[in-house]
T-cell receptor
Framework: GAGVSQSPSNKVTEKGKDVELRCDPISGHTALYWYRQRLGQGLEFLIYFQGNSAPDKSGLPSDRFSAERTGESVSTLTIQRTQQEDSAVYLC?????????????FGSGTQLSVL | GENVEQHPSTLSVQEGDSAVIKCTYSDSASNYFPWYKQELGKRPQLIIDIRSNVGEKKDQRIAVTLNKTAKHFSLHITETQPEDSAVYFCAASKNNFNKFYFGSGTKLNVKP
């Protein structure tokens, strides 16, 4: 595709339910990031994948959050037993090689609302 | 870890005026400072960046300055236009590039 694709664009769920968010990076991009953007706030780092290396999960806020990536393709972010404080926009970004000081290409995000 | 603070949170200017957004960072090892623009309902996009080996970089109406001693960097937009209205985010990273630390954002409103 032409850019980073995320789905769904909007997700409304009930407290306690599990949700799965999907990210399709730009073809050939080895690095993939997940960020969380709460209303009116900055971008909060969640997790980073680089090729076949072990992911950097240091930003995941709790064990309810997990993410997977198959090779250098699609990634899914899973939030279990959602809470109202999980409501936010979840942004995915990719970069060509994950080398130092490289431009991030963002998706349009998934707006998650937990009722 | 790194802490990036950004000011102001909102900025309103008249079309044609200049706008300045300032960020400070805490980790002296940070060496790369990008700025992203996020228009309403759209994804963030890189507009300019600066590395620690230079003090200033300019691209048409946009410039960024870096003061490594004081650990702050600024975005300058001259001759602002309504299409400059957006939220601007600064960020900092170092050689462990997997973590870009973002500021809280500045909502810029350019009044025609």
């Amino acid at each position: 595709g032409a850019g980073v694709s995320q789905s769904p664009s909007n997700k409304v769920t009930e407290k306690g339910k599990d949700v799965e968010l999907r990210c399709d990076p730009i073809s050939g991009h080895t690095a993939l990031y997940w960020y969380r953007q709460r209303l009116g706030q900055g971008l909060e780092f969640l997790i980073y994948f680089q090729g076949n290396s072990a992911p950097d999960k240091s930003g995941l806020p709790s064990d309810r959050f997990s993410a997977e990536r198959t090779g250098e393709s699609v990634s899914t972010l899973t939030i279990q037993r959602t809470q109202q404080e999980d409501s936010a926009v979840y942004l995915c970004a990719s970069s060509p090689s994950g080398t130092t000081n490289e431009k991030l290409f963002f998706g349009s995000g998934t707006q998650l609302s937990v009722l | 870890g790194e802490n990036v603070e950004q000011h102001p949170s909102t900025l309103s200017v008249q079309e044609g005026d200049s706008a300045v957004i300032k960020c400070t960072y805490s980790d002296s090892a940070s060496n790369y400072f990008p700025w992203y623009k996020q228009e309403l309902g759209k994804r963030p996009q890189l507009i300019i960046d600066i590395r620690s080996n230079v003090g200033e970089k300019k691209d048409q109406r946009i410039a960024v300055t870096l003061n490594k001693t004081a650990k702050h960097f600024s975005l300058h937009i001259t001759e602002t236009q309504p299409e400059d209205s957006a939220v601007y985010f600064c960020a900092a990273s170092k050689n462990n590039f997997n973590k870009f630390y973002f500021g809280s954002g500045t909502k810029l409103n350019v009044k025609p």
